[in-house]
């Protein structure tokens, strides 16, 4: 038992994961072959002022355990610590295990001191940080407090004892026969052939321990080399060059130790002798350099090792080069200074050495075929894994309704002209980046710098490098916000899209989206649960967030700010970005403090777009020349503007460039004042101007389609589209058109146009283009709604077996459909609440709820966007009754939205019963069903006898299982919660749902017997469920 502790205190002093004075990462479960999933998340967001980002340390080895910290549990550190224990089999214990060692004491040697040791300690004083490193990775203490190095820095003989018990201790990680994978969330282990890993662990036992044995000094390189020989199991894991540096130089181990005693005689000329010496010992340090670096490299993480291969950091193949090269320069010396008999044993070394090395390649190829046929058997399970990932993957994206923010990021790299490497290759060098990257505990990286600098291609680049060296076990979600596309405009958009990309590479997480609905005012709140509960998750593999545009996101960005700065160090509070952001424990990467490079990368990106427009508009050389100079005088270090101007230039003839770039003002909005004086001169200046007035209002953007019902063109010419993208073009580059929709090119130009232009592009104030686009938005709907657009015919038709004809009958009025209300809102927001003509009786709202509002109902319905729908009647029953109190419009609101809310399922499930179950099980007095009596289906002869009015019930929830126990409101009475339960205990559930419009947002599990109550938190943000039966309570 005794031995037994030795081992462990051993085992966990040589594989600590952190140290305060090494600066390698502790990341060594990236090497192994049976990871336990690692619980980590970092979160990268980017504003024109701000980016976060968050990262927390990775989880341990499996081939080599390691403990837990003790650190303080956080909320933070309970995310990144909670399960990251590894179940540890016991081993059995090295022989003649070495008491911890308090003190240092230096032992005067009774035998000559080795050139190895030397050699050992020459390197220590030269390489001093390197070789701390190394006796750090070999000495780590449990005990996160006590971080001083147990390796005996002046006492040879201890030292050496040490080694050979560390060497001991590697050699047994071999003996894991298995090669593990995870698929569905499971970890599987697949059988080796245990003749070929025993043949390894045979092979290398015996190599290390004679070398051990006969040389003991030599435990300061062997050490190292039974570290590493585990790790090769994993041959992803290793790359090529480290990998064929480390077999060199390990078969030509026993070669190098032989050279002191054999090749360095007694009788030998005092001079040659010296300079042999020397030459033996800088061999030996270059060795013992090398393979210590190669422990190193092997025990550091993937992310680091791919960073630095990218720089060159680590000449690897140079090292190794000039290893060889002393090598061999040092054969020639001892073949002119050695007897036939020395030189006899010399090349009998050296074929021992070939010999080693050829084993040990076959060996390593052996292992590696078995890795192959276990990747066989891998890719199997994966593409069974794939098949059902693809239905999880559709069932995921109809649940959150999410869109997926990689083809976001394609379109945002395809509108800025494709992503050029060189803008922002220089970040991967950077100190604050590196630091962020290599940290050991959770931080946020703010990447702060002015609008166009290129943070959001910045952050595309570094998506791109994370995945290229991500291992099978990390997933990258991320997200883009873009304030002018109300689809990513807002918090709850952007947890969509991080759930979605979490799920899609992760697909076992797929469980903790349960059934339900994400949509209406509360979606954030059943969103939050699910992210918290994917965070949470055990098995959750090593996670970058990554979140572009901050700022950007313009709905709930206060509740966006609080989940991130929550999981930072530091508790923050106060209003605005700058404030929450300045407050948490971060890096901060400042884009002004990197000028010069930042400049630098400006220029290769402008030497691009030179060329690009050199080959395309026939520029000759001498004038392709001038324009690079021109552009790079005058771009400050702002990609937007250079790709402003370069986008102006391309519709620019070669002979009149230089004229033009003269025109052409320094700084963002000097470059937008001129595109708008361009504009203002036009023949198309109005048309222009209102159409910047259409782009800067709508709230995503919209389409060709949906733009001509927005503008009045000529006659001859309505219809067409290509007079409309003529208008675009003219509109300078305000404006990009891509797939036939229309969006500004930059919120900067959104921001110019409104705080510095409105007067001139806006008739009166700014609010009045959201009533245009209101009215014109009621004429169009009204012009095309009717029953029955589709053509479907069968009242109980169902939604999901629906397909849109040719041509899209919505085509040019789907934003009108689904918007029209938000924007009379939005209008009388800014207006004082008087009696509006819109909200009059026989007005145009009054005169669209008579004659249109069940082909309205019908198109929400086939557009799946009838919640939005339910949530614009509320909202405007709101607005009845604040500026139309007493009128008949308010009665008709009212019961249209009792209408929608009463009906709401049934129209979703089968768009046609709206005018069927809707109509003929509404009360008998109701006013809609009156306005549209024509519309009841006349082959019901005896239609049942309905109540006179709404009843006071508000809605009909439905959905459970078995019989409701408890029911119980939040405290502002948005949110509703009961329990049920079947008679035979086989379903128990907590339902949540959206009183605004009767959405189901989650449906929650997990109590064995009947809920016996369900309650709110104060502030509505928790809900708890205690069960008699079991005697839980569920938060």
Same mark, same amino acid.
Request: glycine letters at 4%; charged letters at 25%; a neutral charge.
């Given at each position: ?6 081992y ?48 927390s340390?990775?989880?341990p080895s ?9 650190t303080?549990?956080?909320?933070t550190n ?54 701390s ?10 005990d ?24 001991e ?5 071999m ?5 593990k ?9 697949l059988q ?8 390894a ?7 290390i ?9 030599t435990?300061?390189?062997? !050490?190292?080399? @039974?570290?590493? /020989?585990?790790? +090769? &199991?994993?041959? *992803?894991?290793?790359?090529?060059? #480290? %990998? ?21 005689p ?12 020397e ?6 340090k270059?060795?013992?350099?090398f ?7 092997f ?9 630095r291969?990218?720089?060159?950091y680590?000449s690897?193949?140079?090292k190794?080069?000039?290893?060889q ?11 002119? !200074?050695l007897? @036939?008999t020395? /030189?006899?044993? +010399? &090349?009998?070394? *050296?074929?021992?050495?070939?010999? #080693? %090395? ?20 891998k ?13 999880e993957?559709?069932?995921?994206r109809?649940?959150?309704q ?43 990286l ?6 166009g ?6 952050l ?25 596309n ?8 952007v ?40 965070l ?27 989940l991130?700065?929550?999981?930072s ?8 970005i700058?404030?929450?952001?300045n ?11 990197n ?22 508009n ?23 503007w ?38 203002s001169?036009?023949?198309?200046a ?9 782009t ?33 073009e ?26 510095k ?7 009166g104030?700014?609010e009045n ?11 169009v ?12 015919r069968?009242p ?22 689904v918007c ?23 007005g145009?709202?009054?005169k ?9 109902l ?8 009838l919640?939005?729908?339910?949530l ?8 009845a ?7 008949q ?5 009212q ?5 929608i809310?009463?009906?709401k ?5 089968s ?6 179950s809707a ?28 109540e ?16 409701v ?10 949110l ?9 205990k ?14 189901c ?35």
């Open positions: 038992m005794s031995d037994e502790r030795s462990k205190r051993l085992l966990k002093r040589l594989f600590k994961r952190d140290s305060a004075n090494a600066k390698e990462p502790r990341k060594l479960a990236q090497h192994n072959t049976a990871s336990v999933p690692a619980r980590s998340s970092r979160v990268i967001a980017s504003t024109p002022t701000v980016s976060v980002n968050k990262q340390i990775t989880g499996a081939l080599i355990p390691a403990p837990s910290e003790k303080p549990q956080t909320w309970y995310i990144e610590n909670r399960d990251v224990g590894v179940t540890r089999k016991e081993t059995a214990v090295a022989p003649n295990p070495t008491p911890k060692q308090d003190t240092d004491t230096r032992e005067v040697e009774s035998t000559p001191a080795s050139l190895w040791n030397k050699a050992y300690d020459s390197v220590k004083q030269e390489k001093s940080n390197l070789l490193r190394y006796e750090d990775l070999l000495s780590r203490e449990e996160a407090g006590d971080v001083s190095n147990r390796i005996p820095q002046h006492n040879t003989i201890s030292r050496q004892e040490i080694l050979k018990q560390i060497t201790l590697g050699l047994k990680h003996e894991d026969k298995k090669v994978v995870t698929i569905l969330g499971h970890e599987i282990g080796d052939s245990i003749g070929k890993v025993g043949e662990v045979d092979w290398a036992r015996k190599y321990q004679d070398a051990i044995k006969d040389v003991p000094y435990s300061a390189v062997m !050490a190292g080399i @039974s570290l590493i /020989l585990p790790l +090769l &199991k994993n041959p *992803a894991a290793i790359d090529t060059t #480290s %990998r064929e540096g480390f077999t060199y130089v390990t078969s030509q181990t026993r070669y190098y130790i032989e050279m002191e005693s054999l090749l360095l007694e009788d030998m000329k005092p001079d040659l002798k010296a300079d042999l010496t030459r033996v010992l800088n061999l030996y270059l060795v013992i350099e393979q210590v670096q190669s422990v190193m490299r025990y550091r993480s993937r992310t680091k090792n791919y960073f291969s990218i720089i060159n680590d690897w193949k140079d190794l080069e000039h290893l090269k002393e090598e061999s320069s040092l054969e020639k010396k001892f073949e002119k !200074a007897s @036939s020395s /030189l006899q044993q +010399l &090349k009998k070394l *050296a074929r021992e050495a070939e010999g #080693s %090395r050829k084993t040990l390649d076959n060996i390593l190829n052996n292992i590696q075929e078995l890795v192959t046929i276990s990747q066989d058997q890719a199997i399970l994966e593409r069974s894994e794939k098949h059902l990932s693809n239905a993957d559709r069932r995921c109809e649940t959150l999410a869109t997926d923010p990689s083809l976001d990021k394609e379109r945002i790299e395809e509108d800025k002209g494709g992503l050029l490497k060189d803008s922002y290759s220089w970040v991967l060098s950077n100190d604050d980046f590196q630091n962020w990257r290599d940290a050991s505990h959770s931080q946020l703010w990447i702060k710098g002015d609008p600098k290129g943070k959001t291609m910045l595309c680049g570094i998506i791109d490098e994370l995945s290229k060296m991500a291992m099978d076990k990390t997933n990258i979600s991320f997200f883009f916000c873009q304030a002018t109300s689809r990513i405009n807002n918090a709850t958009a947890l969509r899209g991080l759930i979605y990309m979490l799920v899609r590479q992760q697909p076992s997480l797929i469980t903790h989206i349960r059934d339900g609905s994400f949509e209406g005012e509360n979606a954030w709140f059943a969103l939050l649960r699910v992210f918290n509960s994917i949470e998750d055990p098995h959750l593999h090593r996670t970058y967030l990554i979140i572009d545009a901050l700022d950007e996101c313009t709905a709930d960005l206060s509740r966006l700010l609080h991130l700065v929550q999981k160090p530091a508790s923050v509070t106060g209003r605005g700058e404030k929450d952001l407050d948490t424990t971060q890096i901060k990467l400042r884009l002004e403090l000028e010069d490079i930042l400049t630098a990368a400006v220029d290769s990106f402008i030497q691009y777009k030179t060329n690009k427009l050199a080959e395309e026939n520029y000759s050389p001498r004038l392709r020349d001038d324009v690079q100079h021109h552009l790079v005088s005058k771009a400050n270090g702002t990609f937007l250079a790709a402003l101007v370069c986008k102006n230039l391309a519709r620019v003839p070669a002979r009149n460039v230089r004229k033009k770039l003269e025109n052409f003002p320094s700084g963002l909005d000097e470059l937008y004042q001129r595109m708008l004086n361009q504009i001169e036009s023949d198309d109005e048309l222009c101007k209102h159409l910047l007035d259409i800067t209002a709508v709230y995503r953007p919209i389409t060709l389609d949906e733009l001509a019902s927005f503008i009045d063109l000529p006659e001859d010419v309505a219809g067409d589209n290509e007079p409309l993208k003529e208008i675009i003219s509109c300078g580059s305000f404006l990009t058109l891509r797939e036939r929709k229309i969006s500004l090119v930059h919120q900067s130009a959104k921001d110019f146009l409104l705080q232009a409105s007067d001139k592009i806006f008739l104030h700014a283009i959201h009533h245009f686009i209101f009215s014109r938005s009621l004429q709907i009204s012009g095309i709604l009717r029953r029955d657009i589709f053509n479907i069968s109980g038709f169902p939604i999901d077996q629906v397909k849109t004809p040719y041509p899209d009958p919505f085509a040019a009025a789907q934003y009108s459909c029209s209300v938000d924007h009379l809102l939005d209008y009388h927001a800014g207006q004082t609440e008087e009696w509006s003509k819109d909200l009059q009786d026989g145009m709202i009054d669209f709820l008579r004659t249109k509002y069940l082909y309205w019908e198109a929400l319905a086939l557009l799946r966007c919640s939005e729908g339910a614009a009647i509320s909202r405007l029953t709101d607005l009754q604040r500026v139309a109190k007493g009128s419009l308010l009665s008709h609101v019961d249209a939205r009792r209408f809310l009463y009906f399922r049934a129209i979703e499930q768009p046609l019963q709206v005018y069927s109509l003929v099980f509404s009360p008998a007095c109701s006013l809609i069903r009156g306005l549209f009596k024509k519309e009841e289906p006349q082959w019901i002869m005896n239609k049942p006898a309905m006179e009015s709404w009843s006071a019930c508000l809605q009909t929830l439905e959905g459970h299982s078995g019989g126990r408890s029911v119980v409101f939040s405290h502002d009475s948005r509703l919660a009961f329990a049920s339960a079947s008679l035979d086989s379903h128990m559930t907590v339902k949540l749902w959206d009183t605004t419009n009767g959405q947002l989650q449906t929650l599990k997990g109590h064995s017997d009947w809920v016996n109550c369900v309650v709110f938190s104060h502030d509505s943000r928790l809900l708890a469920s205690a069960s008699d039966g079991d005697s839980t309570v569920k938060l």
